[in-house]
Protein backbone atom coordinates (compact mmCIF):
# COMPACT_ATOMS: atom_id res chain seq x y z
CA UNK A 1 0.00 0.00 0.00
CA UNK A 2 1.34 3.04 -1.53
CA UNK A 3 0.97 6.05 1.44
CA UNK A 4 2.67 9.72 1.17
CA UNK A 5 2.33 11.64 4.13
CA UNK A 6 3.27 15.52 4.28
CA UNK A 7 4.27 17.32 7.55
CA UNK A 8 6.03 20.75 8.29
CA UNK A 9 3.00 22.98 7.48
CA UNK A 10 1.39 25.91 10.02
CA UNK A 11 1.08 29.26 10.36
CA UNK A 12 4.20 31.74 9.48
CA UNK A 13 4.48 35.47 9.44
CA UNK A 14 5.09 36.87 5.95
CA UNK A 15 8.61 36.72 5.04
CA UNK A 16 8.97 33.61 7.38
CA UNK A 17 10.18 29.97 6.30
CA UNK A 18 8.96 27.16 6.94
CA UNK A 19 10.21 23.07 5.92
CA UNK A 20 7.98 20.30 4.25
CA UNK A 21 8.48 16.78 4.40
CA UNK A 22 6.73 14.00 2.77
CA UNK A 23 7.56 10.75 3.57
CA UNK A 24 6.43 7.83 0.97
CA UNK A 25 6.48 3.83 1.85
CA UNK A 26 4.97 1.16 0.24
CA UNK A 27 6.88 1.78 -3.42
CA UNK A 28 10.24 2.11 -4.56
CA UNK A 29 10.34 5.92 -4.13
CA UNK A 30 13.83 6.29 -5.51
CA UNK A 31 12.99 5.67 -9.61
CA UNK A 32 9.93 8.22 -9.54
CA UNK A 33 10.50 12.07 -9.90
CA UNK A 34 8.17 13.93 -6.79
CA UNK A 35 6.54 16.95 -6.86
CA UNK A 36 4.98 19.21 -4.23
CA UNK A 37 1.21 20.91 -5.46
CA UNK A 38 -0.47 23.66 -3.71
CA UNK A 39 -4.48 24.11 -3.76
CA UNK A 40 -5.83 27.51 -2.16
CA UNK A 41 -9.28 28.00 -1.44
CA UNK A 42 -11.19 28.78 -4.64
CA UNK A 43 -8.28 28.53 -7.28
CA UNK A 44 -6.85 25.61 -9.17
CA UNK A 45 -4.34 23.05 -8.07
CA UNK A 46 -0.71 24.31 -9.32
CA UNK A 47 2.96 22.67 -9.44
CA UNK A 48 4.98 24.40 -7.02
CA UNK A 49 8.05 22.48 -7.83
CA UNK A 50 9.33 18.67 -9.20
CA UNK A 51 12.29 16.83 -8.62
CA UNK A 52 13.38 14.17 -11.25
CA UNK A 53 15.14 10.69 -9.77
CA UNK A 54 18.65 12.54 -10.94
CA UNK A 55 18.15 15.76 -8.93
CA UNK A 56 16.55 17.71 -11.43
CA UNK A 57 14.33 20.22 -10.55
CA UNK A 58 11.61 22.48 -12.01
CA UNK A 59 10.01 25.57 -10.37
CA UNK A 60 6.32 27.24 -10.91
CA UNK A 61 7.26 31.09 -11.79
CA UNK A 62 5.44 32.13 -8.46
CA UNK A 63 8.03 30.27 -6.07
CA UNK A 64 11.39 30.63 -7.95
CA UNK A 65 14.62 31.66 -5.88
CA UNK A 66 12.41 31.21 -2.57
CA UNK A 67 11.54 27.97 -2.50
CA UNK A 68 13.84 24.77 -2.58
CA UNK A 69 12.83 21.55 -3.20
CA UNK A 70 15.28 17.98 -2.57
CA UNK A 71 14.66 14.52 -2.02
CA UNK A 72 16.75 11.98 -0.04
CA UNK A 73 15.91 8.61 -1.44
CA UNK A 74 17.29 6.60 1.09
CA UNK A 75 14.93 7.49 3.33
CA UNK A 76 11.94 7.69 1.06
CA UNK A 77 11.88 11.65 1.83
CA UNK A 78 11.23 14.67 -0.52
CA UNK A 79 11.12 18.13 1.11
CA UNK A 80 10.18 21.81 -0.04
CA UNK A 81 12.28 24.78 1.89
CA UNK A 82 9.95 27.34 1.50
CA UNK A 83 11.60 30.99 2.24
CA UNK A 84 10.44 34.76 2.05
CA UNK A 85 6.81 33.90 2.21
CA UNK A 86 4.01 35.65 1.38
CA UNK A 87 0.43 35.92 2.08
CA UNK A 88 -0.66 34.60 -1.62
CA UNK A 89 1.42 31.04 -0.46
CA UNK A 90 -1.16 30.22 1.57
CA UNK A 91 -2.83 26.93 0.43
CA UNK A 92 -2.69 23.10 1.17
CA UNK A 93 0.20 21.74 0.10
CA UNK A 94 0.46 18.21 -1.43
CA UNK A 95 3.00 15.71 -2.20
CA UNK A 96 2.74 13.34 -5.25
CA UNK A 97 4.20 10.55 -7.11
CA UNK A 98 4.39 12.67 -11.06
CA UNK A 99 2.47 9.84 -13.60
CA UNK A 100 0.83 8.42 -11.01
CA UNK A 101 -2.04 8.39 -8.88
CA UNK A 102 -0.46 8.63 -5.60
CA UNK A 103 -0.76 11.97 -2.98
CA UNK A 104 -0.61 12.67 0.15
CA UNK A 105 -3.12 14.14 1.88
CA UNK A 106 -1.85 17.46 2.39
CA UNK A 107 -0.53 20.00 4.98
CA UNK A 108 -1.86 23.44 5.64
CA UNK A 109 0.35 26.62 5.06
CA UNK A 110 -0.35 29.79 6.04
CA UNK A 111 0.97 33.21 5.87
CA UNK A 112 -0.06 35.65 8.12
CA UNK A 113 0.74 38.54 10.47
Known amino acids: QVQLVESGGGLVQPEGSLRLSCAASGIIFSIFAVAWYRQAPGKERELVASITRGGTTNYGDSVKGRFTISRDNAKNMVYLQMNSLKPEDTAVYYC???????WGQGTQVTVSS
Open 96 to 102: HILLSGY
